[in-house]
């Protein structure tokens, strides 16, 4: 990350009071990445999105033969080393494995999926509410569990912690270690920040530069552990809430090295930094110009911005966060920086994952003093624009900085 982010991340900071075997990692025997690594039977939406990513791999017809399952439609992109596959998900179908065959020229690869069921407890996604206690954790600075996990190859840069910027060690373990310290303070919920792998070269301890969505970053510990301490969690009363980032990510995101459309990302050919003018997506009056120029610019430019008005990538993003309440147990989902995505998609996120889970929670950061710019985002709120909102919680910073 670079430094000019420094300042925000830290300030923030202070004032914000199994794997299966059906994805592979590059590198460990797998010619093909497909995600979401795994999915369940359930759902209420019966569409399925796949991104299958692989030499070449846009040049493969597809087929599988599964009871209740069916390939909808294959969309090929830009570069030919995606496919995205949309499987329609019959709402009989049976809990499994099957295998997806890609056919080209005489050669077959077969990809083995994995589907589970849904856990039917809506206490599994359980939302936070009004009543819960939250206590925030930043996991690099908040306690060290397993020092083995200091050093992973691969990932760039190791603990140091005469480095302010840098890594500290702190981990998910360390936070499994102290769930009954944070119990006996009287906290119902935590809040983590970004977990996610961040693969970049320098000062992303922080998380918010995310380089895999579907991977914990391994000086964090595994996604088995992450899920582990959101059970544990469930267990002595603590909710878990995963801090979520789909407006950018990192530089050294797997993606930007084989950016799958021109339009995946917003400047994609010459970045160009945000305005950071929050109101002129709420101004009737205010030009489609001032508008993009808030949404479209980047943070930084080790912050890549995402184009969420890009179909493929709108269904990607909005399974992740799917794929994460399920796969884990979530109590909610805190969204980073709530404006800046795409003011139309960000809506229909939050419609569809309330969709899934109506007794889930989650809470948008919009980073102002302004309470009625606030209130714009919230659901429930008629708007003289005629934009309408699912977003079901904001962050309170006009009274933060009063308390200040």
């Known amino acids: 990350m670079n430094k000019k982010a420094f300042p925000r991340f830290v300030t923030w900071c ?21 995600e979401p690594p795994n999915w369940w039977t359930g759902f209420k939406e019966t569409g399925l999105q796949l991104m299958i990513h692989g030499q070449d791999i846009a040049k493969y017809d ?76 930043k ?3 908040f306690a060290n569990g397993n020092p083995d996990n200091y050093n992973v190859e691969c990932m760039c840069y190791t603990v140091d912690r005469s480095n302010p910027g840098g890594r500290h060690g702190g981990d998910i373990k360390g936070i499994a270690d102290r769930l009954d310290y944070i119990s006996e303070l009287g906290f119902t919920a935590i809040w983590l920040n970004p977990l996610l792998e961040n693969k970049m070269p320098d000062f992303s301890y922080h998380g918010y530069s995310t380089t895999d969505f579907y991977r914990v970053d391994p000086r964090y510990g595994s996604n088995e552990e992450y899920r582990d301490l959101v059970q544990r969690s469930r267990s002595m009363g ?14 050294a995101h797997w ?57 493929l990538l ?14 884990l147990g979530l109590a909610g989902i805190r969204m980073d920086t709530y404006p800046y995505p795409d003011k139309t998609f960000m809506p229909e996120w939050s419609r569809r994952v309330m969709l ?3 007794d889930f929670n989650f809470v948008g950061e919009e980073w ?11 659901a429930g709120n008629v708007i003289r624009d005629g934009y309408v909102s699912y977003l079901t919680s904001l962050m309170d910073f006009p009274l933060q900085n009063a308390l200040r």
Request: hydrophobic share 35%; aromatic share 14%; proline share 6%.
């Open 14 to 34: 202070f004032l914000s009071v199994l794997f299966l075997s059906s994805h592979a990692w590059p590198g460990e025997g797998s010619t093909l990445r497909v």
């Open 62 to 137: 597809v087929a599988l033969d599964y009871p209740g399952i069916r390939v909808e439609r294959v969309t090929r992109v830009k570069s030919p080393n995606y496919l995205f596959v949309y499987l329609d998900i019959g709402t009989e179908t049976k809990p499994g494995a099957f295998d997806i065959t890609f056919s080209h020229d005489g050669k077959t690869i077969s990809h083995q999926y994995q589907l589970l069921k849904k856990n039917p407890d809506p206490a599994h996604a359980a939302g936070f509410s009004s009543a819960d206690n939250i206590y925030l954790i």
């Open 139 to 141: 996991p690099d600075r």
């Open 238 to 251: 603590i909710g878990v809430i995963m801090d979520m980032i789909i407006n950018h990510i990192g530089s």
């Open 255 to 311: 993606w930007m090295q084989d950016l799958p459309t021109d339009d995946w990302l917003n400047h994609q050919e010459e970045w160009q930094i945000t305005s950071h003018e929050h109101i002129s997506e709420q101004d009737i009056y205010a030009a489609d110009a001032d508008k993009k120029s808030f949404s479209d610019g980047w943070f930084v430019e080790t912050m890549p911005d995402l184009n969420q008005r890009n179909p």
């Open 314 to 327: 709108a269904d990607y993003l909005t399974q992740n966060a799917l794929w994460w309440i399920e796969y």
């Open 356 to 358: 899934v889970y109506p």
């Open 368 to 378: 102002t003093d302004n309470p009625s710019a606030i209130t714009y985002w919230q």
